[in-house]
Each structure stands twice: as structure tokens, then as C-alpha cells.
């Protein structure tokens, strides 16, 4: 049987905030570890139906990063439900969520860069 590992490693400051996130995967191609500002990791508990997630970003991390990260975690999480179950009308309400979403997000931030001025 193939065994493939991911590390990550997380280092914090005094605070026990992120101050950097690197990882690594057996199967990778990448030589070195690989850089991240942020990581969203879900498992699935199938005793007791439960989604268990570990959510981390770095002091690093921007606002507009952060809606750049959610957009596309929502379009992947869209193909991998349209993979996994081939319910088109699921896939593309999460599709327009993320398009909504994240023009809501460019809406807020032409608003707060107006205030700003």
C-alpha cells in the first residue's frame, strides 16, 4: 500500500499568533518546503458526524489576500462537490455564493478606501 505524508509547520511568536507556515508533501515535486500566509485544513469524523478544522493565517496576511483565499477555497470547495456527487444545481448555487461574495467584499473595500480619503 502507498503511504503519502504532508507536514506542516507553524511558527508562532509570543502570542501564539502565526508568524509563518511552511509545508511539505511527499508526493510534491517541490524540493523545499513551500511557503503560506494561510491554511484551512477540515477532516471529516465519521463517528461522530462532525467536520473538525483547523484555520491559521499569518500576521502577513491581507484583507484582500484573505477574500482572494476564501473566493477560491469556495470555487474548489464547488469542484470538489460537483466531483464527489455531480449535483449541478449544489455546485452552482456554491458558485454564485463565492461570485457574491466576493463582490460584496470589492464593494466594502471601494467604500472603506472612500472614508479613507
Given amino acids: 500500500m502507498a503511504k503519502s505524508t504532508i507536514t506542516i509547520d507553524v511558527e508562532l ?3 501564539r ?7 511539505k508533501a511527499t ?3 517541490a524540493e523545499r518546503p513551500q511557503q503560506a500566509k494561510a491554511m484551512m ?4 469524523d465519521g463517528a461522530d458526524k462532525a467536520a ?3 484555520d491559521l493565517w499569518t500576521q502577513k496576511m491581507m484583507v484582500d489576500e484573505m477574500a482572494d483565499f476564501y473566493f477560491q477555497t469556495f470555487m474548489g470547495m464547488a469542484d470538489s ?3 464527489s456527487t455531480h449535483m449541478e444545481p449544489l455546485v452552482n448555487d456554491i458558485r454564485q455564493f463565492a461570485q457574491s461574495f466576493y463582490k460584496k467584499f470589492q464593494e466594502q473595500q471601494m467604500k ?5 480619503q
Fill in 13 to 15: 511568536d509570543e502570542g
Fill in 17 to 23: 499568533v502565526p508568524l509563518n507556515i511552511q509545508w
Fill in 27 to 29: 508526493e510534491s515535486t
Fill in 41 to 44: 485544513v477540515s477532516l471529516w
Fill in 52 to 54: 473538525l478544522r483547523i
Fill in 81 to 83: 462537490f460537483e466531483r
Fill in 112 to 116: 472603506d478606501n472612500k472614508l479613507e
